[in-house]
């Protein structure tokens, strides 16, 4: 993730402390944790005068790119994201060029099955496998069941019953293999029931505010960004380190501050219905495109990110027409 940081500074041009407002404090939501914040330190002077400290701006969300076809992993250093449905089956594994993070592939194993088809033990083999064979795997998820209406149907169980099998099989999996980075999930579907999440995690054991990612998954199937948006506002706000699942544009525009990465594949039915490359009919499987998408993505960021922490305005050296200014002043 660092690698992809050093990009975003690169790609963005600039890096370092600008004198800004209380991060987000013109546009974001001010309920929930943010609401609960300690009042900003008074720094006026004694006669009165404001001064504004420098405060630094938080750092962009590392994004990782969702892309279907495994091999892609050897033909670009961008971070991707790739699920562990399209990995499994292939014999000869890509060897990665850059940074990449795995997915369970839960969506489609519980929507299909109703029910986790591969065991924790598949799992663990699995990814050693990855990291040993494609090499640069920076974290792979563990196998969470979401709790989105279609899932909830197909396993007949509870939001709360989701929660503990999340937290059982991280358990599982951190036993059977304490030396890969698999990070925790939290499974949900409004606030109140994260905060159960963090508090089911607490209770078995796990302090997340050590683990150095933990995802959030279900918020991009969320009706809307708002409630997505607090909850990332709650989980930050315990100290935690998040990955935004299937976060992208809408909704980093006002949750980046409190998210470490995100990964989407909306570039795929971005792209379905474009020609932009003019060398096949859709953009849907380009990774020209797909990259491309992830740029402009960023670029958005940087330039949210400007807005919110704008820099001091620079001294001006004083002209010949600034001292004839001065004199002619009575
Ligand atoms: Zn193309």
């Known amino acids: 993730m660092a690698h992809d940081l050093k990009e975003l500074n690169t790609e963005a041009g600039e890096s370092g402390v600008r004198t800004a407002r209380r991060p987000g404090a013109d546009r974001l939501p001010q309920s929930g944790a943010f609401a609960r914040d300690a009042p900003a330190p008074d720094h006026s002077t004694a006669c009165g005068e404001n001064i504004t400290l420098p405060v630094p701006e938080p750092p962009l969300p590392t994004f990782w790119l969702g892309a279907h076809r495994p091999h892609r992993l050897k033909q670009t250093n961008a971070p991707l994201f790739i699920s562990n449905r399209q990995l499994a089956p292939v014999r000869t594994l890509p060897r990665a060029l850059g940074p990449w993070a795995l997915d369970s592939g839960g969506f489609t194993e519980i929507t299909k099955y109703g029910e986790w088809r591969t065991t924790p033990q598949q799992y663990v083999r699995q990814i050693r496998r990855y990291r040993?064979?494609?090499?640069?795997?920076?974290?792979?998820?563990?196998?969470?069941?979401?709790?989105?209406?279609?899932?909830?149907?197909?396993?007949?169980?509870?939001?709360?019953?989701?929660?503990?099998?999340?937290?059982?099989?991280?358990?599982?999996?951190?036993?059977?293999?304490?030396?890969?980075?698999?990070?925790?999930?939290?499974?949900?579907?409004?606030?109140?029931?994260?905060?159960?999440?963090?508090?089911?995690?607490?209770?078995?054991?796990?302090?997340?505010?050590?683990?150095?990612?933990?995802g959030v998954g279900s918020i991009c199937r969320l009706p809307n960004t708002f409630t997505a948006g607090w909850i990332l506002q709650d989980l930050h706000a315990m100290g935690l380190k998040l990955h935004a699942f299937g976060y992208k544009k809408t909704g980093l525009a006002s949750s980046w501050p409190y998210v470490a990465s995100a990964d989407s594949m909306a570039w795929s039915k971005a792209g379905r219905y474009e020609r932009v490359c003019g060398t096949h009919s859709g953009e849907a499987n380009c990774l020209s495109y797909a990259q491309s998408w992830r740029r402009d993505l960023l670029h958005h960021l940087v330039d949210i990110r400007a807005r919110t922490y704008p820099r001091?305005?620079?001294?001006?050296?004083?002209?010949?027409?600034?001292?004839?200014?001065?004199?002619?002043?009575?």
């Open 132 to 214: 040993d064979e494609v090499g640069q795997l920076a974290w792979a998820s563990q196998q969470d069941p979401m709790c989105e209406d279609e899932a909830l149907r197909m396993t007949g169980l509870s939001i709360d019953q989701h929660q503990d099998l999340t937290v059982t099989n991280f358990l599982s999996l951190r036993w059977l293999a304490p030396e890969l980075p698999i990070i925790p999930v939290f499974q949900g579907w409004l606030r109140p029931h994260y905060v159960r999440c963090a508090e089911k995690f607490a209770a078995a054991g796990v302090d997340l505010t050590r683990e150095p990612l933990v």
């Open 312 to 330: 001091p305005a620079e001294p001006r050296a004083i002209t010949a027409h600034d001292a004839d200014d001065a004199h002619a002043a009575p």
